[in-house]
C-alpha cells in the first residue's frame, strides 16, 4: 500500500471511528454514575433517523443534529425512567431501548418516505460537510468531548461526586447528595453524546438514513468501554483501533490473497467482529466495571 492509501485508510479509520467514540464515551458517563447502558445502539439508530429526518425537512444538518439529539436524550430518559426511578433491570431496559428502536425508525420512516424505511439523499446543506483537514465539524466535536469527559470526571467535584455515585452511592445519599439526580444527568449526557454520534452517521458519514445502519456499533462501544476500563483517554485509543479495523474490513473488499483467492465479502464484514471477541478475550485482561454498576440505589431510611 503506497503513501496515499495509508493515508485514505488513516482518514477513513478516524470517521469510522467517531460514531463509536461518542457512544464510548456516553457509556462512559452512564456506567460511571452506576446505570449500565445496554441501549446505547438503540440510541444511536434513533438519533441517526431523526437527524436525517429533520435535516431533510429543514434544509439544514444543524437542525438535524439539534433532533437527533433530543430524540436520543428522549430514550435515554425512558432507560433512566425505567432503571433509576422504576429500580428496573437495567440490562432489560436497555435491550428494550434497542428493539423500539429498530422497530420505529423503520415503522415511522416507512409510513413517511415509503422506501422501505429509508429518508430521501440528503444533499448541499442538509449534510454536514467538510469543516477542515477533509473532515466536518462533528469530527473536532467529538474528539473534544474525550479531553472534556477526561477533566469532567477527573478534575471537578462534580465529576468526583458522579464517580462516587457509581462506586459507593450510600456514603453520596449520607452526604446529602441526590443519587438518583446525579444518575438522571450523567444518562441524559449519554443521551446528548449518542445523539451526536447518531447525527454523525445520518447526516455526514452517510447521506441520509437507512435501517438499522448503526450495525452494531453501540455493541463494539461497549467492548470499547470495557477495553479501556472506564476511562477516557484509553477509550479514545479502543475507539480508533475499532475505526480501523472497521475501514481494513472494507478497503480488503475484493482483494484477492496468494494461495486462496478473493476472499468472501461475508468474511471480510466479519473482521471488525471478530477483532472485537479476540482482543477482549487476550488483551483486556481483568476489567473492573464501577462497583455500584447494574445496582438500583434504594435509599436508606
Known amino acids: 500500500m503506497d503513501a496515499a492509501g495509508l493515508l485514505a485508510l488513516a482518514e477513513s479509520s478516524l470517521r469510522l471511528s467517531i460514531p463509536l467514540l461518542c457512544a464510548c464515551l456516553a457509556g462512559l458517563w452512564s456506567e460511571r454514575s452506576g446505570v449500565i447502558d445496554i441501549g446505547l445502539e438503540g440510541k444511536l439508530l434513533i438519533a441517526a433517523f431523526a437527524a436525517a429526518s429533520a435535516s431533510y425537512a429543514t434544509g439544514s444538518a444543524y437542525w438535524g443534529l439539534l433532533a437527533g439529539i433530543g430524540a436520543s436524550v428522549l430514550f435515554a430518559l425512558v432507560h433512566g425512567f ?4 422504576q429500580r428496573g433491570n437495567q440490562i432489560v431496559s436497555g435491550v428494550a431501548i434497542n428493539m423500539l428502536a429498530a422497530g420505529l425508525t423503520a415503522v415511522i420512516g416507512n409510513a413517511w418516505y415509503g422506501q422501505g424505511g429509508r429518508t430521501p439523499p440528503l444533499e448541499g446543506d442538509q449534510r454536514f460537510t467538510e469543516f477542515f483537514l477533509g473532515h466536518s465539524i462533528l469530527v473536532y466535536v467529538a474528539l473534544a468531548l474525550v479531553p472534556l469527559t477526561w477533566w469532567v470526571l477527573a478534575k471537578t467535584r462534580f465529576g468526583l461526586r458522579l464517580r462516587a455515585v457509581g462506586e459507593k452511592p450510600a456514603a453520596v445519599d449520607t452526604a446529602g447528595i441526590s443519587v438518583v439526580g446525579l444518575r438522571y444527568v450523567a444518562v441524559i449526557i449519554a443521551g446528548v453524546f449518542c ?5 454523525f452517521i445520518g447526516t455526514a458519514l452517510s447521506a441520509g438514513f437507512l435501517p438499522g445502519m448503526t450495525a452494531g456499533k453501540g455493541f463494539i462501544a461497549l467492548a470499547a468501554l470495557i477495553f479501556a476500563k472506564w476511562r477516557a483517554w484509553p477509550a479514545l485509543g479502543a475507539c ?3 475505526g480501523f479495523l472497521e475501514a481494513l474490513s472494507i478497503r480488503l473488499q475484493g482483494v484477492e490473497v496468494p494461495g486462496l483467492g478473493e476472499v468472501p465479502v461475508q468474511a471480510i464484514q466479519a473482521l471488525p467482529y471478530a477483532m472485537t471477541v479476540i482482543l477482549l478475550a487476550g488483551f483486556v485482561g481483568r476489567a ?5 454498576a447494574g445496582q438500583p440505589y434504594v435509599k436508606e431510611r
Open 82 to 85: 425505567a432503571s433509576i426511578s
Open 240 to 242: 480508533l483501533l475499532f
Open 195 to 199: 445523539g451526536i454520534g447518531g447525527a
Open 288 to 292: 473492573i466495571p464501577p462497583r455500584a
